[in-house]
């Protein structure tokens, strides 16, 4: 039988906003310029850019997601970090496509891009605020470019972690105020009464039922923040091995460094204490 459910399709776009259009897919796609005839320069170049964008959408869940838990609207927010999590999950994914450029492909174009690297990646950095990793010389790279003004925002502001402490503390749980009332530009310290306040949360889980699901899901989120991370690293030592990076750090054993950064201190401990 003929075909003809295609038919009636739209087929006119001279004066409508087609697909295209509104995807500004001419922008997006111009957007890969590889700056050398290696053939695997194209797939770096599009890795990289697939990961930046669901950055973007994490930046967008996570800011909105932040913004409600400080309003005390908690289930919207869990959903917005469960779409967070799907995305880390997407990113780290990505790898599988990047193994397979082999150290040979990459050493044919890693001398054309001089010291770009992820690690002026401004929408990580931002993230890593956002979740609480707050190293201001991370901003360095940054301070000619019109953003720097939204990294120090977030550096001044409460995380992630800093506004679920706050939710507990106005559901009763009690938080001393040297924690609520920190310095949020300083690294979180850890503190024992916090500890036994998400003890309490995971004791009783009925009666805290919506902040033990905000506790299981800033796991959630933390432990995809450390698979990217790991995944990272292995793509680097397989494709690089102990070389300096283009960044400009150690390489190797700075991203091994980055694996000890604990992002939710309490909700780690309390796995132990329980
Ligand atoms: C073969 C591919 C890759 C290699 C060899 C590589 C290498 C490195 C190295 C050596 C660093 C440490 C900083 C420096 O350059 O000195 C770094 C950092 C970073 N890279 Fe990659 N990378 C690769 C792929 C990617 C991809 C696909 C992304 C996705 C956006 C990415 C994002 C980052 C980020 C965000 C950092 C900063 C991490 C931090 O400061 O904790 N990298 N990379």
Redesign the pocket.
Same mark, same amino acid.
């Given at each position: 039988m003929k075909d003809t459910t295609y038919r009636t399709a739209h087929t006119d776009f001279s004066r409508e906003l087609s697909y295209g259009d509104y995807l500004r897919l001419d922008a997006l796609l111009e957007a890969q310029q590889p700056l050398t005839k290696a053939h695997d320069e194209v797939l770096?170049i599009v890795?990289?850019q697939v990961?930046?964008l669901w950055m973007k959408l994490i930046i967008h869940e996570l800011t909105s997601a932040m913004a409600l838990l400080e309003e005390g609207v908690v289930d919207p927010a869990l959903k917005m970090l469960s779409r967070v999590c799907r995305a880390q999950e997407q990113m780290s994914q990505?790898w599988e496509v990047?193994t397979t450029?082999t150290p040979a492909d990459?050493l044919e174009f890693r001398w054309a891009f001089g010291k770009a690297? /992820?690690?002026q990646?401004y929408q *990580?950095r931002l993230i890593e605020f956002l979740l609480g990793n707050k190293q201001p010389f991370m901003m360095r790279p940054h301070r000619h470019r019109p953003e720097y003004g939204r990294l120090e925002r977030a550096l001044h502001s409460p995380s992630l972690y800093d506004l679920s402490l706050r939710l507990l503390h106005r559901r009763g749980l009690s938080i001393p105020s040297e924690v609520l009332a920190r310095d949020f530009a300083q690294p979180y310290q850890p503190h024992p009464a916090v500890a036994e306040a998400w003890l309490a949360v995971y004791r009783q889980t009925e009666r805290y039922w919506e902040l033990y699901y905000l506790a299981e899901k800033l796991v959630d989120v933390e432990e995809n923040f450390r698979r990217w991370r790991f995944n990272?690293l292995t793509?680097?030592e397989r494709?690089?091995g102990h070389k300096?990076?283009?960044? /400009?750090?150690a390489?190797v054993p *700075?991203?091994r460094r980055?694996l000890e950064v604990v992002l939710f201190p309490e909700l780690w401990q309390v796995r132990t204490l329980l």
């Open positions: 770096f890795v990289h990961q930046e990505s990047l450029m990459y690297s /992820g690690f990646s *990580y990272h793509t680097v494709t690089i300096q990076g283009t960044g /400009g750090t390489g *700075y991203l980055a």
